[in-house]
């Protein structure tokens, strides 16, 4: 579904590309070169440079180093789940095989409104909550049968708890479509994102080559005072 544009240098076409650029902009943040990331933690230049540009999967020691030593608070773990998720789940779908290319039926699109619970909200530990999004069915194809599905795992440490499928509403063209997913919140101060794509009735992933990330939800969990 279509969102708010990201920053012009962020092009995800996975969950990889997310947490590759975020773990960069944490990184830059923080003042570190490149350079000097690889020689604190002990690997080349070239492997920091293509973890963050999403061309490797780091490994979750490396993801922990940038967790610790640039303050991501939880959310960068919480990518790297649903990146390393993300291709077990694609074979799931296709039944083991590698999955196959497929093209979006002609004429169904999708245009995202809004929704609640904007990024960054604060929460309490393990706070149950609903996130209700408005998606438009701008194309010419009736939805009927569709769900959103979550995105890697279900639940864990650092990560918001949710259903593996969400109800999407019977939707013409032209109509509005409001999801409401009911989730939970981590059980710890942190930050955590999840997401969820459209599929169809038979669990095909809705809008293949657009919309790589479907809809999301990010909150940031901290006691009260």
Avoid at 86 to 115: I, M, V, Y
Avoid at 176 to 204: H, N, Q, W
Wanted: glycine share 8%; aromatic share 8%.
């Amino acid at each position: 579904m279509a969102r708010p544009q990201k920053p012009p240098e962020l092009v995800p076409r996975q969950p990889r590309s997310v947490l590759g650029w975020s773990m960069r902009q944490l990184r830059r943040v923080s003042g570190w070169s490149a350079k000097r990331t690889a020689q604190e933690f002990g690997c080349s230049t070239s492997h920091i440079s293509r973890v963050e540009h999403g061309h490797n999967r780091p490994s979750r020691a490396l993801v922990q180093f940038y967790e610790d030593q640039f303050e991501g608070d939880g959310l960068l773990l919480s990518l790297f789940e649903v990146a390393l998720h993300n291709a077990e789940q694609d074979r799931r779908r296709a039944g083991g095989h590698r999955p196959e290319l497929r093209r979006a039926a002609q004429g169904d699109t999708s245009t995202f409104l809004d929704d609640t619970i904007p990024h960054g909200t604060v929460m309490e530990p393990g706070v149950f909550f609903e996130k209700t999004w408005r998606v438009r069915n701008s194309g010419s194809v009736a939805w009927e049968g569709r769900r959103l599905e979550r995105q890697g795992p279900l639940t864990g440490p650092g990560l918001i708890t949710s259903e593996r499928f969400v109800v999407v509403p019977d939707t013409k063209p032209g109509k509005v479509a409001t999801i409401v997913a009911s989730l939970r919140a981590p059980s710890y101060d942190c930050s955590s994102i999840a997401y969820f794509k459209m599929v169809d009735a038979e669990g095909a992933i809705c809008f293949p080559e657009s919309y790589q990330l479907g809809l999301d939800v990010l909150v940031r969990v901290a006691e009260r005072p």
